[in-house]
């Protein structure tokens, strides 16, 4: 395990994989889809992929974007190009053309990675005109068409680049640098770019790492997507960091996850519970060998105790942890050990990692006792550095004694765990991935037919919560529910799609003229 000695501290990505270059040697650090890299190679690609950048023209500080799904491609690009001293933003595959132009444009994004052909799609296709405007290239990890160049061209063309002057870059790259944005939408219904430094990013992960045991020759299955903290911190970025193997999965299907348990021999995988939930009601589970699995790390979302006991019992899951964070402190904040009950590990979050303040605070900004709910805030060294270029945004958010404000709701119990009971944004999380109804209602909103949307969070037996939409046709105008369903599939992240729609005459608002959402929840329940 790479731990803080004599000659080594937590600095930079670039200097995490000469070191674990050096440790972990001709080890695996990669196993995908015939694929298996060393951490020397592993290494020696990076390097390549920073020299491919150089030579592409990007500057310390560039934008870079990542579209396109879990591979080994996606990792060697973030680690070229951070070593490049670049800023990696990650972009959902799940995003369509328009959703990334508003990103790149608002990011500033130079050049953007792009998949090719995935899903019956080729991505690149769906950038609009504007949108390839800003961008100085577009590269295809894959094959690429239309003149687009393809990964494996752009990394031979850094090969001109001498080792003197990649070192000479690398050299640049600082501890309190930038890493990477990721961007979240929040209740304003626009993405705002949490930036995130080199160092602060290594410690979260390595106490991360500690507090739920990731240990060396680990197989990490990695099925949340890359642009996800639970894909890129908790699953490659740690698999580098403690001499594990990370293991990249494309598209979720639990007949192939516990196909890949059985014949790969997989011993953590990190997800939201819909991961496991699937496993669990595969019909062919007795067929599959899952003894390798040793631990489970998972979150986002409300877990059941019954889902931990069966993780436990039917999946032969030893250790089942769980925890709480948010974007705008890396993803961390709180943590169960594998050790506790399995009350514990479903009803609350755990306790704070080291080094990080978690309390309760009121309304009047006073700290309340255990067992006292209210909003849950941060302080420490995981909380962002702010918003991407909006210094309003980023006030309101932390305030002047450094408390990061959640929006969420909680209280410790007795032992000093962490309680979440709900929110004060109405975010709601479908299978792991945040969903901010002002963004989707921002793109509903468009529409040709909607006048009036609102969109709630609904309980799913499945996902925890999807999205309803309460609609108010415009007038002359007709749409059924499958008719915005449908729309909605074609213009924004399936993830992001309500599940139903419900067609009404009006809908309640206040003297203001905004929707009073709690009259809609109300409805809702009284219906149920």
């Known amino acids: 395990m790479i731990s803080e000695d004599a000659d ?10 000469a070191r674990a270059a050096e440790l972990y040697g001709t080890r695996t650090a990669v196993e995908d889809n015939g694929v298996v890299l060393n951490f020397i190679e592993l290494d020696t690609m990076r390097k390549r992929v920073a020299k491919a950048m150089i030579a592409a023209g990007v500057e310390k500080g560039d934008r870079i974007m990542v579209w396109a799904p879990n591979t080994w491609k996606w990792f060697a690009t973030a680690l070229g190009l951070v070593t490049a001293g670049a800023v990696l933003i990650p972009a959902s595959t799940r995003f369509k053309g328009a959703e990334i132009a508003e990103l790149v444009k608002r990011s500033g994004t130079s050049v953007l990675f792009s998949v090719g052909d995935f899903l019956g799609t080729y991505y690149p296709d769906q950038l609009r005109a504007e949108t390839r405007d800003l961008l100085r290239e577009v590269v295809v990890i894959g094959d690429g068409s239309k003149g687009d160049r393809d990964w494996e061209s752009f990394v031979a063309s850094g090969d001109s680049i001498s080792d003197a002057e990649l070192a000479a870059r690398e050299a640049t790259v600082g501890p309190d640098d930038l890493c990477d944005m990721l961007f979240t939408s929040g209740t304003t219904g626009y993405p705002k770019g949490v930036m995130y430094g080199h160092q602060q990013c290594l410690r979260a992960i390595d106490a991360w790492a500690t507090r ?11 099925i949340p997507p890359l642009f996800h903290v639970f894909g890129y911190r908790a699953g490659a970025m740690v698999a580098l960091m403690r001499g594990a193997v990370f293991m990249p999965h ?51 979302t409300t877990i059941p105790p019954i889902l931990v006991h069966r993780m436990r019992t039917e999946l032969g899951i030893a250790g089942v942890v769980t925890g709480y964070g948010l974007t705008e402190c890396g993803g961390y904040g709180t943590m169960c050990l594998a050790t506790d009950p399995d009350e514990v590990i479903a009803n609350t979050a755990g306790k704070a990692a080291p080094g990080v303040e978690v309390r309760i605070m009121a309304d009047d900004g006073h700290f309340l006792p255990d067992g006292k709910p209210g909003e849950v805030v941060i302080r420490g060294y995981i909380v962002m550095k702010g918003y991407f270029n909006d210094l309003e945004a980023t006030a309101r958010t932390i305030d002047p004694e450094g408390w990061l404000h959640t929006g969420d709701i909680g209280c410790f119990d007795t032992d000093g765990n962490l309680r979440i009971e709900g929110r004060l944004k109405d975010m709601y999380i479908t299978g792991g991935f945040n969903c901010y109804p002002a963004e989707i ?4 909103s468009q529409h040709p037919a909607i006048g009036i949307v609102a969109v709630i969070g609904v309980p799913d037996e499945r996902l925890g919560e999807v999205g309803k939409a309460y609609v108010v046709l415009r007038p002359g105008t007709s749409a059924t529910e499958k008719d915005i369903i449908d729309w909605s599939r074609a213009n924004m992240a399936n993830y992001k799609c309500p599940r139903s729609v419900e067609v009404r005459s009006s809908l309640p608002t206040s003297p203001q003229g905004k929707v009073v959402k709690d009259l809609l929840e109300a409805t809702l329940t009284k219906c149920a």
Do not use: N
Request: aromatic share 6%.
């Open 441 to 444: 209602e921002r793109i509903l």
């Open 250 to 300: 494309l598209t979720y299907d639990a007949g192939e996850i516990l196909k890949r348990v059985a014949e790969e021999k997989i011993s953590v995988i990190p997800g939201p519970p819909a991961i496991f939930q699937g496993m669990l009601q595969h019909p062919g589970l007795a067929k599959f060998d899952t003894s390798s699995l040793r631990l489970a790390v998972t979150g986002s």
């Open 8 to 17: 080594w501290k937590f600095t930079t990505i670039p200097a995490l994989c």
């Open 212 to 222: 739920v045991g990731i240990r060396e020759h680990d197989r990490i299955l990695v």
